[in-house]
């Protein structure tokens, strides 16, 4: 069954959020019930119209009579006038971009309002030749800060989210596995490499010599291959219509098979170092095989560990293959054992319903429970002052230990471990009391306000607090909206260690906070870190992979993620906090 409808109802309503948000004033809080809709909807695992059938709609999370009228219009009509109408009143292509840095609410309504100007187009065009900084507020410095917005935006519009990359390669994979005669198929590139963003997608795949103009024609032909932009005889690029993205074709033959995986896997800074050690030791290589220098013979090219072995070699993971001191250690047979997915525990960052997730407690235990195969998982609602989030205050936090409490009764074990993402105020202070964090099982803090600042300090003091046991999504940066805040990542580290505090590795698709390389900075330090998910809906659960790639790609072995430890192991390694606890409250 197709969720499609929920998806495109999804959309609109988030649309109508943005609307909501541009608009400001009262209607900021629409915005936010539109947006929580929105999210609700998407989340729900059946069709929206059969959801109907069974339940009254105003049993969804957010919905009230309002709502529930406009869903049913949807269903009747597949419209919704309002939505229309809104739409008619805004300058839809520069809402775009209101969650990038330096474009908020009130810079695009002035923009809009005073120079008369409607589409992304104009609107760089003025940022770029000075007549936005004549409008009164947009100074030299807040000019500035929007070109650098615009910067990042650019990025993520000519690159692609992993995760987005991820699900059309499965869509790519499934379509070329169709094509009759395709003996082997696999993604390569960046995608294979796990790396951020994506630019392009690189396919590698085999068939017999005789099948080959017949493979070729059918991938050109296809309703998937929107435009053709190259066409030979290994080598096949088009524009993919699902994604609008290019995906370049290599179709070589079984025996060069591992070569040319290794080759188009790359990174190319990877393959050119390895080929200069290739020739020292007397061996050509490219993308069809390795060959002696001497007499020209082939050595090797099937498999890809015999790329690597031939050359004397041990088999580099791609997540690893960037050029980063890989290459020496696999010629040392150092190569380390990475973090894999199934050797974690647990999630430590999860959201319910009691702040801005969108399944209870009980949906999301049930969810676990049958398809992970976790020892514990946290629950880490935000807390108060983050308002926009619903953020719970002292109360919540003690009833939500409750259920917490009661759950964990059912299921027989103290599988749901109770904690809270608490916000750091611009201060370093916690909105919540010492005395109702000591009552968790596990805190962490985050910023979510303020990031014009130097943050240092700021995350100093959090780690001091010896109720915190970790940092989460540590420079606050949003992939293709927001550059990371200030901070002295060194410092960081030192306060890191020092308290015991753990960084966290957040896996939501457009943080990946740390990123790769402040991971693998941090493990050299020898500072902890974890792998949350931090989700707010079920299919969110599975961001948690994400985070894994993140770590792979910075070596972490599972010595450095405490979460593929056991809750004892992770207990006895904070203790420092409760001995600064029991100290403190006696
Ligand atoms: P992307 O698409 O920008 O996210 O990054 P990649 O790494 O997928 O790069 P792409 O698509 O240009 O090329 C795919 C692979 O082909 C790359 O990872 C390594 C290989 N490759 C491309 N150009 C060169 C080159 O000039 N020399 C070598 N040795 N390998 C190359
Ligand atoms: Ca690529
Ligand atoms: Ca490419
Ligand atoms: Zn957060």
Redesign the pocket.
Known sequence: MTLERNRTLSQIFKNMATIYKYRGGDDRFKSIAYGKVAKVINALQEDISEYKKNNSLEDLPGVGEGIAQKIEEYLKTGKIEKYESLKKSSPNELLEMIDITGFGAQSLKQIHEDLNISTKKELVKALQEGSIRKLKGFGDKKVENMLRGLKLHKEIED?MLLSDALEIGEQILKWIKEIPNVKKVEL???LR?K?ET???F?VLLTCDEKDRKSVIDSITISAFAKKVILKGNTKISIIHKNSDRQI?FRIVNEDEWGAALQ??????EH??HL?KIAKDKGYKISEYGIYSTDTEKKIAGKTEEEIYSTLGFQFIPPEMREDLGEIELASKHLIPKIIQFEDLKGDLQIHTLDSDGVNTLEEIVNHIKSHFSYEYIVITDHSKSLRIANGMDEDKILKQIEAIQLMNKKLGEEFVKSGIEVEILKNGDLDISDQVLSKLDWVTASIHTNFNQDNTERIIRACENPFVHCIGHPTGRLIGEREPYEINFEKVIEASKRTKTVLEINGQPNRLDLNDKLAMLAQKAGVKLVISSDSHSLANLNYIKLGVFVAQRAWCTKESILNSKSWAEIKKFTKFHSKVMSTIIL
Do not use: E, M
Not at 263 to 268: C, E, I, L, P, V
């Open positions: 690159r390569a590139g960046s490499r790396k994506i630019g392009d690189d370049d080759y188009f896997t790359g990174s190319k393959n050119i080929r």
